[in-house]
Each structure stands twice: as structure tokens, then as C-alpha cells.
Nanobody, 116 residues
Framework: QVQLVESGGGLVQPGGSLRLSCAVS????????MTWYRQAPGKERELVAR????????NYAVSVKGRFTISRDNVKNMVYLQMNSLKVEDTAVYYC?????????WGQGTQVTVSS
């Protein structure tokens, strides 16, 4: 049974930092790319960052490039999103995603609120 559990969200002031974590189980984690998405109120879910199975390739949305860093630990079955220089427009629910054999698996999401 595939499970993804996000944590680390919260309330932070503009310019602050947060580190999101996603604990993964139920599949061979090291074989699959992992992706962080986010969804702000009234907006569609958007891709934030993706990391390849081995961690050697990373891609970012233009809006977060240079501020966010995705990483993974294939021993601990964890994927992370380090978010620096946060902006009000980064406020959203952040989701961890795994695409396995044509199916998308999602966590429950973690709320990130950037506000003064």
C-alpha cells in the first residue's frame, strides 16, 4: 500500500524559511522520481519541483527557482523541500507525489502560510 505523508508546514513571515518532508512507504522508493506540487485557494495544482530517482536531476518551477531546493534520501525513503526567501504568493497546500505505473499517488498535503 503506497503511502505518502507530508509534514513541516506552518505559518512563516515573508523572507522566512521552512523545510517540508515527505515520508514514503509501500513501493521501491529509489526507482521513482518524486515531485512536490502546491495548490493555492482558487487556483489549480501546480508543479513546484521534481527530483529524479537517483537525485541527480532536479527541475523547478520558474517561480521558485533559486529559492527552493528539492532533495531525497533513498535510505530513509524521504523527500524534502527546503523553501527559503518565502513570499506571500507561496501560500498554498503542498503535496508530495509519486507517479507509479501510470498512477498518481498523493499525500494529504501540508499547509504553508506566508504572512506578516
Amino acid at each position: 500500500q503506497v503511502q505518502l505523508v507530508e509534514s513541516g508546514g506552518g505559518l512563516v513571515q515573508p523572507g522566512g524559511s521552512l523545510r517540508l518532508s515527505c515520508a514514503v512507504s509501500g513501493f521501491t522508493f529509489s526507482r521513482y522520481a518524486m515531485t512536490w506540487y502546491r495548490q493555492a485557494p482558487g487556483k489549480e495544482r501546480e508543479l513546484v519541483a521534481r527530483i529524479s530517482s537517483g537525485g541527480g536531476s532536479r527541475n523547478y518551477a520558474v517561480s521558485v527557482k533559486g529559492r527552493f531546493t528539492i532533495s531525497r534520501d533513498n535510505v530513509k525513503n524521504m523527500v524534502y523541500l527546503q523553501m527559503n526567501s518565502l513570499k506571500v504568493e507561496d501560500t498554498a497546500v503542498y503535496y508530495c507525489n509519486a507517479a507509479i505505473s501510470g498512477l498518481n499517488y498523493w499525500g494529504q498535503g501540508t499547509q504553508v502560510t506566508v504572512s506578516s
